[in-house]
């Protein structure tokens, strides 16, 4: 099972919005809801941003939406603040022997 | 409040292995799915692999399985993960991750993380 694929980064001045795109495959993104976005700051743990495609956990501000079209989801950052600056990793559950997979990761960058 | 809490660094040689814990509070077992996630230096997520709710049956990724295991002490709430014939290429940190309710398929609270590495 191959990671999604995600761009290396993503850069953005204070309050812009910015996009980060998820590609998978037909038997996974395309094929299920349950994609998710995870944010990671250096040195800490993955936090859950996004889950089932664009529906945000309790406490996630309403600045973080997603979206999926066909084999891509994506992330966006609205309104972006230097406490965004992090990592992003996408996840799709898959169905098949390893049944999640996630993303190759994005450096958010708040210039 | 959900908490997860990892035990601490480990070093070990290649060959050996390797056991991790994850203790929980603040939520009912049987209601959630526990996965591990593996991080090495400077890279992306890995999936590992499940334990379900009720603490006998798991499921890892091909290249894990034979390698791994996970189990569930209920008595302490504390789960583990045990690795073997360690390499160094299984330097990482470990995180045990847990699923959303319902078998949501996203993980909602992870651990702090377990830096184990593997060298001679």
């Known amino acids: 099972q191959s990671a999604l694929t995600q761009p290396a980064s993503v850069s953005g001045s204070p309050g812009q919005s910015i996009t980060v795109s998820c590609t998978g495959a037909?038997?996974?993104?395309?094929?299920?809801?349950?994609v998710s976005w995870y944010q990671q700051h250096p040195g800490k743990a993955p936090t859950l941003m996004i889950y089932?495609?664009?529906n945000r956990p309790s406490g996630v501000s309403n600045r973080f939406s997603g979206s999926k079209s066909g084999n891509t989801a994506s992330l966006t950052i609205s309104g972006l603040r230097a406490e965004d600056e992090a990592d992003y990793y996408c996840?799709?559950?898959?169905?098949?022997?390893?049944?999640?997979?996630f993303g190759t990761g994005t450096k958010v960058t708040v210039l | 409040q959900v908490q997860l809490v990892q035990s601490g660094a480990e070093v070990k040689n290649p060959g050996a292995s390797v056991k991790v814990s994850c203790k929980t509070s603040?939520?009912?077992?049987?209601?959630?799915?526990m996965h591990w996630v593996r991080q090495a230096p400077g890279q992306g997520l890995e999936w590992m692999g499940q334990?379900?709710?009720?603490?006998?049956?798991?499921y890892f990724a091909q290249k894990f399985q034979g390698r791994v295991a996970v189990t569930r002490d209920t008595s302490t709430r504390t789960f583990y993960m045990e690795m073997s014939s360690l390499r160094s290429e299984d330097t990482a940190v470990y995180y045990c991750?847990?699923?959303?309710?319902?078998?949501?398929?996203?993980?909602?609270?992870w651990g702090q993380g377990t830096l184990v590495t593997v060298s001679s």
């Open positions: 603040g939520y009912t077992l049987n209601r959630h799915y």
């Open positions: 991750a847990r699923e959303v309710e319902a078998a949501g398929k996203s993980f909602d609270y």
């Open positions: 996840s799709s559950y898959t169905g098949n022997s390893t049944p999640y997979v």
């Open positions: 334990i379900n709710p009720y603490g006998d049956i798991t």
């Open positions: 037909s038997s996974d993104v395309g094929a299920y809801i349950h």
């Open positions: 089932d495609v664009s």
